[in-house]
């Protein structure tokens, strides 16, 4: 099982930037793939970015697909969603979350076991 905490949300005014945090530990051996996702209020959670485990490969969502980074750091156990340009619409509740499904590219919830508590991005106009 990997325990995973998130920090970096808070309130930012539209155009800025926020770097978000996932620090992992726990029972692992290797640092899993990692994903962040993320939930606004009455909206479904939906996938925002993945990454391998070797940090090769990354994978996004449409909708911030030139404007958020997912990066990991495998000797601190921590992956990080840097975001630019925010919009208010990018305003949830973030989780990161991590699996060991070779189809986390997918970006599919279900396939993610451990997820963090989430931490608040709000985006005002």
């Known amino acids: 099982q990997v325990h995973l905490v998130e920090s970096g949300g808070g309130l930012v005014q539209a155009g800025g930037s926020l770097r978000l945090s996932c620090a992992a530990s726990?029972?692992?051996?290797?640092?899993?793939?990692m994903g962040w996702f993320r939930q606004a209020p009455g909206k479904e959670r939906e996938f925002v970015a993945a990454?391998?485990?070797?940090?090769?490969?990354?994978f996004y969502a449409d909708s911030v697909k030139g404007r958020f980074t997912i990066s990991r750091d495998s000797a601190k156990m921590t992956v990080y969603l840097q975001m630019n340009s925010l919009k208010p619409e990018d305003t949830a509740v973030y989780y990161c979350?991590?699996?060991?499904?070779?189809?986390?590219?997918?970006?599919?919830?279900?396939?993610?076991?451990?997820w963090g508590q989430g931490t608040q991005v709000t985006v005002s106009s």
């Open positions: 979350a991590s699996t060991v499904s070779g189809r986390y590219y997918l970006g599919r919830a279900a396939d993610f076991g451990s």
């Open positions: 726990g029972r692992t051996f290797t640092f899993p793939p």
């Open positions: 990454i391998s485990s070797s940090g090769g490969d990354t």
